[in-house]
């Protein structure tokens, strides 16, 4: 079955220090990736997605490329800001005709300092 | 557009209460799903539905809980005798139509305690 795995449970950063949250996967059929961004008591939402091999979609200052070669989607960005504090969660769905069913991985929350 | 509205927004109950919970997804997504969030984990499918019909159900503990989108728009999904063990935010999404590569849009979620 599908599963997404996010090592990092909780990440500290300084302001303008760069920010990677890493994200492998497993799917038996060729997988859409998704980030979603959730800031406190509010809803996920959208911040990147891809389908693409070796494409890197971004959003806000941040990146993402999928590797299908080493089923990864790490997430990225140059320099971080008091408003990327957060929850991070990576997720997946396939295209075995099953809709957007996403699974998520078990997220990074994301605090950065001044 | 008005996003993904959800109520009540918390809800406390005593073991073995029933509770309800309310979606109205954005206008014309025809694609709705029930997430269950436990605190510190990611959200954990229960249900989807496309129009009335249920795609997956097969995460939702069927002795207790049950969920039903009548008429394609709506939806609600009902805890019949809640457990401890069901203390989560209950995320309710909603997507245009049924691609993998859709985006879901989320609601802001109903926080359930039970004591």
């Known amino acids: 079955g599908d599963s997404v795995t996010q090592t990092e449970g909780l990440v500290t950063l300084t302001e303008g220090l760069p920010v990677m949250l890493n994200c492998t996967y497993q799917s038996t059929y060729s997988p859409f990736l998704f980030w979603y961004v959730q800031h406190l008591n509010e809803a996920p939402k959208l911040l990147l997605k891809?389908?693409?091999?070796?494409k890197r979609p971004e959003h806000q200052g941040f990146h993402a490329t999928l590797h299908k070669s080493s089923s990864s989607f790490h997430l990225q960005k140059s320099s971080a800001q008091l408003s990327d504090s957060a929850l991070y969660y990576c997720a997946l769905s396939d295209q075995q005709g099953t809709g957007s069913k996403l699974s998520f991985g078990k997220g990074a929350k994301l605090t950065v300092s001044p | 557009e008005a996003g993904v509205t959800q109520s009540p927004r918390y809800a406390v109950l005593q073991e073995g209460q029933a509770v309800s919970f309310w979606c109205d997804p954005i206008s014309g997504h025809d694609t709705l799903y029930w997430y269950q969030q436990p605190r510190d984990q990611g959200p954990q499918l229960l249900v989807y539905?496309?129009?009335?019909?249920?795609?997956?159900n097969s995460q939702l503990p069927s002795d207790r809980f049950s969920a039903v989108r009548p008429k394609g728009t709506n939806s609600t999904l009902k805890i019949q005798s809640a457990k401890q063990g069901d203390t989560a935010t209950y995320l309710c999404a909603s997507s245009r139509d049924w691609g993998a590569q859709n985006t879901l849009y989320f609601g802001a979620g109903t926080r359930l305690s039970v004591l």
């Open positions: 891809s389908f693409t091999d070796n």
């Open positions: 539905f496309r129009d009335e019909a249920v795609i997956d």
